[in-house]
């Protein structure tokens, strides 16, 4: 267990872990600047579960890059503020931030097979960062690594931890990232659609460690996907993305209960359900907008079936629907109240 | 937790195979089963040692002239009743003597060619693909412009200059030939850059320094040792002919190219002067392009488990996902 920040025992709500305030992501393109992600904002509180849906193309991924420091610059531009405990991250030193990476803040990806080094075995790629930070022995740093690999329930760690990455299957490889990801108890774990790579049982496996895992240690995490199932078993709050905007935030049950944004009520009548009737599954018409050819107003509006003339001229703010549950369209009281 | 332990009850009997400890003795045998790689591996370690040992093993000493013996054939027995396995020159030095001094100067001349430019390629290249920008402009348009010079005038052109000799003409392959890995190694890094796991390296806080040595470079070492293995031919017969033009290693010392140069005038009447260094240079060329095959293979950390197990018999199909 992890001992309590000092704010988080004195204060009713916990202090935020991780603050984005206006986070925005550009890339020099031949056809101009485009926008990919056009001013985020979000908190994550210690251990908590924060849940990101968006389509491919949304500014989910690269949103969370920018955290991470991972966008390359040129072509890519981030602005805006990444407060971890307080400190700006995009602000500070290289060195300071490739500190916190690792460290504090871990990532895993969605293809674990072609995140892991083919070169080294698992064993030294589990241990890199322990061995890095912590400056330890080889003997050490194996000992550690079969340490971590038992911690995310791959069996006979002792006998495997000399293996190569293409040794293993798709899911134990991304045990093996998860543990990589674990080697120095991080405060947040980022997962970038951890299980879209794994069949549907293998993806089951991995989000109950992941739960486990995140109860043991007490670490935030935040969920990018685009399995809407996934969300409602796994995430406290969620947060749906289109074109590069947070459309709707809310708790879990308030999203899946009284979705307030057309967008959102659109994905969630296109999940298949197995107490619904059957039948075609609805669809939302039309295809999301490319980043260079962002709609003017509310980006979804040429998508919307409630579309009114504000929605062409003017983007709608996030604006509160209930208590921690925001929706960002022209029309909220009333898709409420219907 | 039962669904866990379905999903790796199958796995050790699937991945027992491809878990093999890579041991010396795992390569020892896998080239053992490769009969061509093998036979051109002892060629290469046969040359190696004669080339090391040849104060020691060569029967004669290369350049004592023997006037009486002049001019013996292949097999032949001089006058003297000495045995001369490749023949004599024309000054009756025992050719084959004269072969294996040479090959320590033709060898060491394409050794360290090779690692000279290979160092400074593969150096220049990395750090092109990794940083882009301004440096990956400058040195890529510096390699086109080097590969459109006539490399054999450049080579010329400089030992006129700077005189041959052995310590130059390392220095001009290295100057020559540096493109080709820096070539190599830089379209490689592009290649790895864009994988995810340097992007995870960054993202568990991998400093540069340690991402190109830990992460990209072994995964380039497969492709790299080809192109090593093929240069140490490229130099050898580079050395060969710039010996042949009387620009590379000078008399007394010798090497292939300078004894085909020498051999060439006699050509018509005492044919082995020029056969038998030719042979050497086409053999050791030969068997370093072999040799390099069958590197490619077994130093590729994904596919190497394939050459390093013992084939299986037929009615065992095995599943070669990759």
Known sequence: ?338 | MSAVDTNTAALPEEEHDRAVAITWRAYAKALLRDRVAFVSAVFLLLLLIAAAGAHLLAPYDPNHANLGARFVPPLGTARDGGFHLLGTDELGRDLFSRLMHGARVSMSIGLLGALCSGIVGITLGVLAGFYRGLLEDLLMRAVDGMMALPSLLIALFILFVIGPGFANLILIFTLLHWMVFARMARSLTLNHQQSTYITAARAIGGSDRRIILTHLLPNMVSPLIVLFTLEIAVLILSEASLSFLGFGVQAPQSSWGLMIARGREYISSAWWLVVMPGAAIFLTALALNLVAAWARAITDPVQRWRWLTPPRRKNQPVDHDA
């Not at chain 1, 774990?189 to 496996?205: C, F, H, K, S, W």
């Not at chain 1, 969920?223 to 078993?233: F, M, N, P, S």
């Open chain 1, 1 to 338: 267990m992890r001992e309590m920040h000092p704010s988080q025992t004195t204060d009713a709500t916990p202090a935020p872990l991780l603050e984005v305030r206006d986070l925005r992501v550009s890339f020099d393109t031949p056809h101009g600047l485009v926008k990919a992600v056009g001013g985020v904002s979000w908190t994550l509180s210690p251990g908590e579960t924060l849940g990101i849906i968006g389509e491919s193309g949304s500014g989910k991924s690269v949103g969370l890059e920018a955290i991470m420091g991972l966008i390359k610059s040129p072509p890519g531009h981030v602005a805006g503020q990444v407060l971890f405990e307080g400190e700006d991250v995009l602000t500070m030193k290289e060195s300071r931030r490739r500190q916190l990476r690792g460290e504090k803040i871990a990532m895993i990806f969605q293809d674990a097979m072609s995140a892991l080094n083919p070169a080294l075995t698992v064993g030294t790629q589990i241990a890199e960062v322990y061995r890095l930070r912590r400056r330890c022995s080889q003997t050490e740093a194996e000992r550690k690594a079969v340490e971590l690999m038992d911690r995310v329930k791959i069996p006979s760690a002792k006998s495997r931890v000399r293996c190569y990455p293409h040794e293993f299957s798709g899911g134990m490889c991304q045990r093996v990232m998860i543990a990589t990801a674990l080697a120095l108890n991080p405060l947040i774990l980022i997962a970038d659609e951890p299980t879209t790579a794994l069949d549907v049982t293998v993806q089951r496996q991995i989000m109950t460690l992941l739960a486990d895992l995140q109860r043991e240690d007490g670490m935030a995490l935040v969920l990018i996907t685009h399995d809407l199932g996934l969300v409602a078993e796994t995430v406290d709050r969620a947060m749906v993305m289109y074109a590069g905007r947070v459309v709707e935030s809310a708790p879990v049950s308030a999203l899946f209960d009284a979705p307030s944004h057309p967008y959102t009520r659109g994905l969630i009548r296109s999940m298949p359900r197995i107490d619904g009737a059957s039948g075609a599954l609805h669809a939302i018409g039309g295809t999301p907008p490319a980043a260079g050819r962002m709609p003017r107003g509310c980006a979804f509006h040429p998508r919307c079936t409630h579309r009114i003339d504000r929605c062409r001229a003017e983007r709608p703010a996030l604006r509160p629907v209930a208590p921690r549950h925001t929706a960002a369209c022209h029309l909220v009281e009333e898709m409420t109240h219907d």
